[in-house]
């Protein structure tokens, strides 16, 4: 096992669930280790049967019971769930909060002053061990054991905290605007006269083929998409439209309306 530490997981919802199969599957811990907890106790129950890992009896129970505690509630909940475990924290242990919009400022006055907090920003890829995990806190050790818990759902990066809004936008909502992508192709193709299905799989396979070639490719997504326009063909009469109708400016004007919001919900 890469980590010695308890971990200790509360909220088992899609993140928790995600970074927990994550820790297992490449056995970055050993599920002895892990405790879990979520305010639906049947959440919890059914989430540590289905990984042999240890049902807290409360919130309280879990961050007494180990080392590192990954927040993992919805950001409103994060007071609701503070009140029942603050008073069980002490400087030993280190807090990571995933909650989107929610500076290491506000997750302190929750916690108090003992922990160390680091704050961290996964995405849906997640659940397929393929997230980008943008990670800050000011502690190099728990920085460390944050990267080595988000290692085993993707990749990550260290970056300041003033970076989050915007991280926030591109890769923490960005699976989103790629599916919107995949469903545009395929609503066309269906539109075409093909089935769902295949519509659906020209889509996605085309999809997971290019994000692959970008992943594993030295050029970049601008140089790959030069090497495969040939001129005269199909591929630049469609990139042309979208260059004229503006395309570029609406992926922009986009990634601010979330930058934005991403801001005004930082500030509730
Ligand atoms: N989903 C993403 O792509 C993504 C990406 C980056 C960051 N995040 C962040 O990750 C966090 C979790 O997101 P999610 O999509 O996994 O949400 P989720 O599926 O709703 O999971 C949160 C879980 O926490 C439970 N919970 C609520 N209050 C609690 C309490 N007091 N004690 C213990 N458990 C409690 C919820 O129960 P109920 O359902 O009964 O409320 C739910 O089971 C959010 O803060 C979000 O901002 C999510």
Known sequence: MKLKKRIGIIGCGNMGGAILAGLLQNRIVSASQISVYDKVLSKAKTFARQWKT???????DVVRRSDIILLAVKPQ???EAAKEFQGAFDSRHVVISILAGTPIA?????????PAIIRA?????AQ???AITAITGNQTRAIQEAE???SGCGATVRLSEKYFDLVTAISGSGPAYFFLLMELLAKEAKAHGLSESVARELAVQTAVGAGLLARRSKLSPAELRRQVTSRG???????????????EKIVSKGLKAALRRGRQLARR
Do not use: W
Not at 54 to 60: L, M, Q, T, W
Not at 106 to 114: C, H, I, L, N, T
């Open 54 to 60: 240890r049902p807290g009896k409360g919130n309280a």
């Open 77 to 79: 909940d994060l007071f």
């Open 106 to 114: 506000k997750v302190r006055r929750a916690v108090g002053p003992r």
């Open 121 to 125: 920003m996964p995405n849906l890829g």
């Open 128 to 130: 397929v061990g393929s």
């Open 148 to 150: 080595a818990i988000f």
């Open 233 to 247: 063909g199909t591929t630049p009469a469609a990139l042309a439209v979208f260059e004229k109708e503006g395309l």
